[in-house]
């Protein structure tokens, strides 16, 4: 009895961890495709005419099983990996491309699917089944679903490719973070904040050293780079993390990359596309990469006018330590940090005990509450791994969802933070909340302290969390965040502006020794140094956007470094400034197709999330109530019912330009 396969009893039939075990995946996966592929023959092979029910929500209903196998699994794939998960994340990328493949080139199922298409003026469908049923066809279609002879053949084929591709780009990138590690000597400790020496002595105890250590988790390495006084060691931490994935040997992803752009230009020429950003932003609000261009070009002047205004600060600062070299990349954040602590007298090490893990939690909550009426309770449930915490969330009284944390960094995680649905809101084929989990990688501690930008990383995620937790549509396939990708960011980035609001960080930034809040003087410093340093961040953002857009743009590169390195001398790139995610670690566009394209998108989520906060600016309240039910009623709960451009307008009443998103970064004066 596989329980991935059985009905969960469970509390709110949360998947049953605690009789899970790896060896049930494999099985529980071979079960639950053949279910599906039974269910879609059935589909396929009906001798009634196409209807919507009996085609379009007949897909919508099939798959369940699946479902709960695959959101189990890769959920535990990617948070809390070990050898056998790998190996069988290995096993399931071609099997699963295979199989959606197979689906999207049944030739019966398309044929029902189009002639609904075709009928479609004559169905009587609401405008959510309307818009159902349009998403499905253009799925079919951009899938290869018209595709015959040999270029259906390799329209496989390369789906399948990219699927092992995928996976290879992630697990050696997270072989590269979890290997690598500095150990630090007692005197190599010197200069560092207290937070930063527990969470290098809590890092050197989970890699079995006698000592301390700086590992490559972000929440680790950059206050490492941040605060230490030695050059040497910064430059060989900065090294080993600019290097992730560009070590040579089995675990070098430079191959991988070059081979994911030439299959991806070939897909879409399959398609009759000119080149793959042109297929891939055809569905997104940005349509065209030079609306795209044209977006990233804007920011650009200004932060790089900023970011080397910045520069030459920095190396007369650097040249007052007696140090006569070029500012170099592993010295930025250093001098950086000094800089930030003289001119807005904000000393992070200082600062860090008011912002406590488990007080930022309560804040996320908290703005929830005010704005949404959310309440949220613990639960006491099993999780996968002992750092993961549960609540309940209702609304008077009524169950809405269940919120999953996860929230410290360990070797068996890979980096970075992710929202994910365990399970997604959906009316049909019956009603199911939706089991949303938050993914972190901050640093342990007692109590655990985050730093500024951790605080927003939580919000951020929570943002993406609300999307899913809110979603009020009838389809699973429309719910949540199934939107485009460049409207996706929109709900998060824009709940990151609560994290500034001066009352909550009056109410819940409060000291881990003392509980004494946040002085107002430290408050407004905080506030005030809010775009401190955005020439730095935007221009590391940026250029990996515009890397990734001209990688996409084609014709795909031979060799993916030489057109980087084009590219970055191209737009004048900073020499003490790195790519935000270079090519061999770049896991949001080579790990799978979801930012291939778009990693854009986070910036043309901003436009708009600039712009909507300045609706509750202009309403008197960061909680006016009726702000906060637009919100939520025509983006929140909206999904992908309508075009996003659609529901930004139903909100705001209008789209956005990009004077909002410059003004908020503090680029307008540059």
């Not at 070059?258 to 000119?274: C, I, N, S, V, W």
Request: a negative charge; glycine letters at 6%; aromatic letters at 10%.
């Amino acid at each position: 009895m596989n329980p991935l396969l059985q009905d969960w009893t469970t509390p709110f039939q949360i998947a049953p961890f605690d009789t899970i075990s790896d060896a049930d995946f494999e099985p529980a996966l071979d079960q639950a495709l053949a279910d599906h592929r039974a269910e879609i023959d059935a589909i396929a092979a009906s001798d009634t005419d196409p209807t919507f029910a009996n085609t379009v929500e007949a897909l919508e209903a099939a798959g369940a099983s699946l479902d709960k196998v695959l959101s189990v699994f890769f959920t535990v794939a990617g948070a809390d990996s070990n050898t056998e998960r790998e190996a069988l994340q290995r096993s399931f990328s071609p099997k699963l491309a295979a199989h959606f493949s197979e689906i999207s080139s049944n030739k019966a199922l398309f044929a029902r699917v189009a002639a609904l298409w075709e009928q479609r003026e004559t169905l009587d469908l609401t405008d959510e089944q309307a818009r159902v049923l349009m998403l499905t066809h253009r799925g079919f279609v951009r899938s290869g679903a018209a595709l015959e002879g040999a270029d259906e053949q390799r329209m496989k084929e390369i789906k399948a490719r990219l699927a092992v591709l995928g996976t290879e780009f992630t697990q050696n990138l997270l072989a590269d973070e979890r290997d690598w590690f500095m150990p630090l000597a007692e005197a190599d400790l010197e200069g560092l904040p207290e937070f930063v020496v527990d969470a290098a002595r809590a890092a050197g105890a989970e890699k079995g050293e006698a000592g301390p250590v700086v590992t490559l988790s972000r929440s680790l390495i950059v206050p490492f780079l941040q605060f230490s006084p030695r050059r040497d060691l910064r430059k060989k931490a900065f090294e080993a993390w600019a290097a992730r994935g560009a070590n040579g040997g089995a675990t070098d992803n430079r191959a991988i990359a070059a081979e994911t752009l030439m299959l991806r230009e070939e897909r879409a020429k399959l398609l009759g596309y000119d080149s793959f950003a042109d297929y891939k932003l055809e569905t997104e609000m940005a349509k065209t990469p030079q609306a795209v261009r044209d977006l990233l070009t804007a920011v650009w002047t200004p932060a790089r006018a900023q970011a080397e205004a910045d520069a030459a600060r920095l190396t007369e600062m650097m040249r007052a330590d007696g140090i006569n070299d070029e500012l170099e990349p592993w010295d930025w954040r250093y001098y950086a940090e000094k800089r930030r602590a003289a001119e807005h007298d904000l000393d992070e090490a200082a600062l860090k005990p008011y912002f406590q893990l488990d007080k930022m939690i309560e804040a996320s909550f908290a703005c929830a509450e005010r704005l949404f009426g959310l309440a949220f309770k613990p639960l006491d449930v099993p999780l996968y791994h002992e750092d993961c915490r549960a609540w309940e969330v209702t609304r008077d009284g009524r169950h809405i969802a269940v919120f999953i944390g996860d929230y410290f960094a360990r070797g068996s995680k890979r980096s970075g933070a992710w929202c994910s649905a365990m399970r997604s809101q959906a009316k049909f084929p019956q009603s199911q909340s939706p089991v949303v989990i938050n993914v972190c990688n901050f640093a342990k501690g007692d109590p655990a302290l985050l730093s500024y930008d951790d605080a927003r990383t939580l919000f951020h995620e929570f943002g993406h969390a609300l999307h899913q937790m809110l979603s009020d549509v009838t389809y699973e396939s429309i719910s949540g965040t199934s939107v485009a990708r460049d409207f996706v960011e929109l709900p998060s980035q824009l709940y990151e502006h609560w994290l500034e609001v001066p009352e909550v960080l009056s109410e819940f930034a409060v000291h881990a020794e003392t509980g004494q809040p946040i002085p107002q003087d430290m408050l407004q410093k905080v506030l005030d140094a809010a775009t401190y340093d955005m020439g730095f961040q935007t221009v590391e953002y940026v250029a990996s956007a515009l890397v990734d857009l001209a990688f996409h743009e084609g014709p795909a590169p031979a060799d993916p470094m030489v057109r980087q390195k084009q590219v970055l001398d191209d737009i004048g790139m900073p020499q003490a400034i790195t790519m935000r995610h270079a090519t061999p670690h770049f896991a949001h566009v080579f790990s799978g197709d979801g930012y291939s394209s778009g990693y854009y998108s986070y910036m043309w989520s901003e436009v708009m999330d600039a712009d909507a906060f300045e609706a509750f600016e202009e309403a008197g309240s960061a909680f006016d109530p009726e702000r906060a039910k637009a919100l939520e009623e025509h983006i929140l709960s909206a999904g992908g019912r309508s075009d996003a451009a659609e529901l930004y307008t139903a909100f705001r009443g209008r789209l956005p330009g990009v004077d909002a998103l410059l003004k908020g970064r503090g680029l307008t004066a540059a």
